[in-house]
């Protein structure tokens, strides 16, 4: 095919351009003076002093623990919407598990913000309300990879189960659980990464009383740019990453983008070809 | 209708109740139920300190109930049309630079041989699964020494660093179904280079650059953390406007306006794009 030099070379400059700053945060991470300037020497001591932080590690445990209950709350309820919508024909769903994915962030923070404090009172914010306004953008990406694995799928094999005398609960249980199964571990370990990493609406809805991990990261580098920042951004990073490698092993299709695309551009090219 | 199908039918209506029931009810309360409350506090006064005056119960003396007072504001003062104005150029900016560094690496990709396409993928995807902040703070440290900090420089080039890969996927997704024999047709009439581009593969990747537009240019308008943090105080846009009437002065009524004015022009941009890509579509 045709791949001209031309092109070789400004996507090299493009990746390169992607991941050049990622790598100076990691070098700088190791790096022996206070200062991201220069290269003083090899050390461990940011990560020393990192696990030493009492505020970082209350800071990790919160997030955890958001990130988790969210994942199992946003797994269960994006399963439901992603197979109400494959199998049913519905109004409001479709509209309502897409929409907090497609408007700025800043709109469902601000809004879930008025909301908790309107409905609950001047001291609602805890980890509840962020678990509760994670949940609510998480169905969403669910809802999508369930729904995609089960437009992919023979509806035949539902058919013979009825035919065969399923009752529904039956066919639900020995057949979709299993068919969608890894669409569902694909959903919680999505669902999982973006709470854990979420900043906008975990602003808005954390309060003084609930510090995260990005928002500890975001004081730190509002006050002052340390070595320590860059420790924490580092390990972050390789919490990612592994979720990620786990994710493409146990759901090899989530990252070919074709499921990230709405069907929509899928049919207008069809009309090209 | 004999009985079997009868419990079949109330079979199938209670399953639909079972599985869209629950998420339906969690996002009633916790999305379209707030939704509704900021379209409402957006006609209405802030409470006593700050906040907003309660929605039930009796309201302080001397206050009504519902105003177009915050409207009126924004209206009458064009500083705030000029930040979304601003906001607009800093999204069209970041938009197009995405998509001249998109472009080429979604036609390697799309050009590829299938088996290293989907490893190319995942190289783009990669940095965008590292932390926001991190990926911020990656510019803090770069600019910093450069002298670069609290530029719109700095703003818009982590702009497109935060969102390049929204704008790769789409229009990879669009390049990869074009039919290679085309260019050979083309290059066979005659076609350099230059023009088996302009003419055969832009036109028909037009689709796709929409798809990657709306991708990047929605969330820049609400971002408030970049020019925040990497920006001067010149650089602020419709997102930190919000903050600020939220966190800041916490007049949640004005934050509110401010909010449905963006969700406005977020509809206006989603349906225009919408009509583009139909015309796209006709062009290809």
Known sequence: ?273 | MSLIQATRIRGERFQKFIVSAPPFVFLLLFFLLPALIMVVASFRYPGEFGGLAPLFGDLPAGEKGLTLENYQIFFSDFVYAQIFLKSLGVAALTTLVCLVMAYPVALLIARSPKKSRDLLVLLCVLPFASNFLVRIYAWMIILGPLDLLFTRFAVIISMVYVHLPFMILPLYTNLEKHDPTLLDAAQDLGANAWNRFWKVTFPMSLPGIFSGAVLVFIPVLGMFAIPEILGGKDDWLVGNMIKESFLGTRDWPFGSMLSMMLTVVVLGIVALSMAFAKRGRRYA
């Open chain 1, 1 to 273: 095919m045709r791949r001209s030099p031309l092109l070789w070379i400004s996507a090299a400059l493009v990746y390169a351009f992607l991941y050049i700053p990622l790598i100076v945060v990691v070098i700088f991470s190791f790096n022996n003076s206070k200062l991201n300037a220069e290269w003083v020497g090899f050390t461990f001591d940011w990560y020393r002093v990192l696990f030493n932080n009492e505020g970082m590690l209350i800071a990790a445990r919160n997030s955890l623990f958001i990130a988790a209950m969210a994942t199992l709350l946003a797994t269960v309820l994006g399963t439901m919407a992603g197979i109400a919508i494959h199998r049913f024909r519905l109004r409001f769903l479709p509209f309502m598990t897409i929409t907090p994915l497609a408007m700025p962030e800043i709109l469902l923070g601000v809004s879930l913000l008025i909301f908790f404090i309107s409905a609950f009172g001047e001291n609602a914010l805890s980890l509840l309300t962020v678990i509760i306004a994670h949940t609510t953008f998480c169905i969403g990406f669910v809802a999508i990879i369930v729904r995609a694995r089960l437009t992919g799928m023979d509806e035949s094999v539902f058919e013979a189960a009825r035919d065969l005398g399923a009752t529904p609960w039956q066919s639900f249980r020995l057949i979709t659980l299993p068919l969608i199964k890894p669409a569902m571990i694909a959903g919680a370990l999505i669902s999982f990464t973006l709470s854990i990493d979420d900043f906008v609406i975990t602003f808005f809805t954390a309060g003084a009383g609930v510090p995260t991990l990005p928002l500890t990261i975001y004081t730190m580098i509002k006050i002052a740019v340390t070595p320590e920042v860059n420790a924490l951004s580092t390990l972050m990073m390789l919490l990612t990453l592994i979720l990620i490698i786990v994710a493409t092993k146990v759901a090899p299709d989530l990252f070919r983008s074709k499921r990230l695309v709405k069907d929509d551009d899928a049919e207008s090219n069809a009309q090209i070809n």
